[in-house]
């Protein structure tokens, strides 16, 4: 009831005064790795669960589920968990008062801090704790672990629901547990197991009536737990009931989802190729799923049908690694240096394998350890969801769900925020990472900002990002490009030319334009290049996409290793021609046919007076020859 006056309080002080309070509620992409239900109508909505942004599930995937040589017994009939798809949630989430006005309770504005759910219980002893004691919250975690490389963290969500510390079914051997066994058991229910969630003495639990104490372990065990603020009330979990579309904060009722439907699952089979992929005895047929690509692929050289053995594979041991072969087709395998080891793809041995040491399997999943890769396959996922809404941008967000989130710099003094950003570059926070505000600082600026390392760089649009403004004193150390700070609009860049067309065919003007995010501005630029050095384009598409995969929404950390690496990329294009025909590639007239003619007659003109000299010389010769070589005699003659 005083919720409710609270809120009808606000709207009428918002009518009379004509002001609108901006709502809290953020909205996002929440991605999940997981078994696609019949005609993309799930059977139970998403709850005591995790999912992820688009970088933080391909992680997941790569990292924990498709790894062949620690994937478990090699005739399992599906992938780990049956995982084939991935699903996207259009989350809108409003966290309570009492996360999102407490600094020690916030991981990030507007999150509460992750914990992670296996088969429905949370496994996180704080996470429990603290939704006993605030109501129910999504959580988030910010990851940028070695396990992928990328140029800015990742994301992890939890989202909790009903008697979160129990499983979806009971677990054994807990009395009277009928339930087929998970394939691993939840930390809290090993060794002794669990009630599940719907058990009646669970929900009833006579021992505890009003069980609000996640830390009384044997109890958690038994028993559903409740509200500290309705100790009569079990945990009801954050989703809002389908009828809200906003949510308000309270307990029950912390975030909603669309509906899903077929478009909102990509098929991971289709992702990674498998079904455009040959089987059969004669590979005269397409693939059908996994299963059938494992068994039935159509190899004759025995491309995929291998995998990495490692033995003594620990801290202290020999990490003896060889290649086995193996009588099925391998989706992906990770050498035990980047996978098993503490600093996975940073691991000094992991770096010095050279590619083809590194990876079998699929080359779709292949470049785990690279950045370019990684944003390739993000961008695939992305692209499938969001369409146009990413397209040629790099972008793994939708702007909408951007511009329908509050500023992530409140102008709330009481909500406490990391987003308001010093003179020194930061901080600043984009939602052009995850969607959520996550933190970033601008290079260059005059005095530096502090601490570069702890940070991300900030996209080159952050500053028209909703309440990114900076304070008036903020000024760039150089106006050099080379330096980045200027790309970011502050102050003027010493750089000639606006854009692809006229920019200089420089590092700095490569920056210019890189700041655009355009491809077709970088495909003019670097097409001037070409026919600058006397090539032509064969291959405009291949040429084009390879452009695209040189710039990024933030600047290169390395700006003259970027340019250079711009440079190598076209002169060893195979999309140019750099000995084209008079004539061009077109069977037109080409830009340099007029050099070419010029060179011919100049040979020949060159020829032309050799062989008149060679003429003249002989014919010297010759009568020199028919005179007397005595000078006296031909006096005596006359």
């Known amino acids: 009831m005083r919720s409710a006056l609270r809120r009808c309080s606000a709207l009428l002080l918002a009518a009379m005064t004509g002001v609108h309070a901006e709502s809290l509620a953020q909205t996002l992409d929440m991605y999940r790795a997981m078994t696609k239900p019949d005609k993309g109508k799930e059977s139970f909505p998403v709850s005591n669960n995790n999912l992820a942004d688009v970088m933080g599930v391909l992680r997941y995937v790569h990292q924990e589920v498709i790894v062949e040589h620690v994937a478990g017994d090699p ?24 996360i999102l006005k407490d600094p020690s309770k916030l991981a990030m504005p507007g999150f509460g801090r ?4 296996d088969y429905g219980v949370g496994t996180s002893l704080d996470m429990l704790q603290g939704v006993v004691a605030n109501g129910d919250y999504v959580g988030v975690s910010k990851e940028d672990s070695p396990q992928i490389n990328f140029t800015h ?25 009928e339930a087929e066994a998970p394939p691993t058991k939840p930390q809290p229910c090993d060794p002794d197991g669990c009630a599940g969630k719907q058990d009646k003495d669970a929900r009833n639990c006579s021992a505890s ?28 979990g954050g989703l809002c009931n389908s009828s809200v579309k906003e949510p308000t904060g309270e307990i029950g009722c912390v975030y909603t989802y669309e509906e899903l439907g077929d478009k909102d699952f990509l098929n991971i089979d289709e992702l990674n190729g498998i079904t455009s992929m040959p089987c059969g005895a004669k590979g005269n047929r397409k693939c059908t799923d996994w299963k059938d690509w494992r068994l039935n692929c159509y190899d004759p050289k025995k491309q995929f049908k291998k995998r990495y053995h490692c033995e003594d594979c620990h801290s202290a041991g020999q990490w003896s690694v060889s290649v086995q072969d193996t009588s099925f087709c391998v989706e992906y395998d990770l050498h035990p240096y980047c996978q098993e080891t503490q600093d996975l793809c940073k691991d000094p041995r992991c770096m010095a394998l050279k590619p083809e040491d590194k990876e079998l399997g699929l080359p779709f999943w292949k470049g785990k350890c690279e950045v370019r890769d990684n944003q390739r396959r993000a961008e695939a996922v992305a692209g499938y969801f969001l369409k146009d809404a990413v397209k040629d941008s790099h972008w793994l967000v939708d702007k909408a769900t951007m511009d329908a989130s509050p500023a992530c710099s409140s102008k709330d003094s009481s909500v406490p925020n990391q987003c308001t950003p010093n003179p020194d570059g930061g901080p600043y926070c984009t939602r052009l990472f995850g969607g959520v505000c996550s933190t970033c600082y601008i290079p260059g600026t005059d005095p530096p900002y502090p601490d570069p390392k702890s ?20 000024k760039c150390a150089d106006d050099d490009p080379l330096k980045l700070c200027c790309l970011y609009g502050i102050g003027s860049c010493n750089v000639t030319g606006s854009d692809g067309s006229d920019s200089e065919l420089t590092a700095a003007g490569f920056l210019n334009v890189a700041r655009m995010m355009d491809n077709k501005e970088m495909v003019k630029f670097a097409g001037r290049i070409v026919s600058g050095r006397g090539g032509a384009i064969k ?10 995969s040189t710039w990024h929404y933030q600047p290169p950390t390395n700006p003259q290793e970027a340019w250079t690496n711009f440079e190598t990329l076209i002169n ?8 084209p025909s008079p004539d061009g590639p077109s069977g037109k007239p080409g830009s340099n046919a007029w050099i070419w003619i010029l060179l011919a007659l100049v040979v020949l003109a060159g020829l032309g007076f050799a062989a008149y000299k060679y003429r003249a010389n002989s014919q010297q010769q010759a009568r020199q020859q028919l005179l007397p070589s005595d000078s006296s005699q031909v006096q005596m003659r006359n």
Request: proline share 12%.
């Open 153 to 177: 963290p990742w994301y992890w969500f939890s989202v909790d629901g009903d008697c979160p510390n129990l499983p979806w079914q009971c677990v054994k051997p807990f009395p009277g547990c």
């Open 75 to 98: 005739g399992r009939p599906s992938r780990k968990y049956n995982i084939n798809a991935f699903g996207k949630y259009r989350m809108k989430v409003r966290n309570p008062d009492s």
């Open 572 to 579: 060893q294009s195979s999309d140019v021609d750099w000995h």
């Open 209 to 236: 009536p009003h069980f609000i104490d996640p830390s009384d372990t044997e109890t958690a065990r038994k028993c559903c737990l409740h509200y500290s603020s309705h100790p009569d009330q079990v945990i009801m």
């Open 539 to 548: 291959n405009q598409g291949g040429f084009d996409s390879a452009v695209y």
């Open 455 to 474: 940070q991300p760089m900030c996209p080159f649009t952050v500053l028209k990002e909703k309440g990114n403004t900076p304070p008036t004193e903020t």
């Open 114 to 117: 992750y914990g992670a759910f």
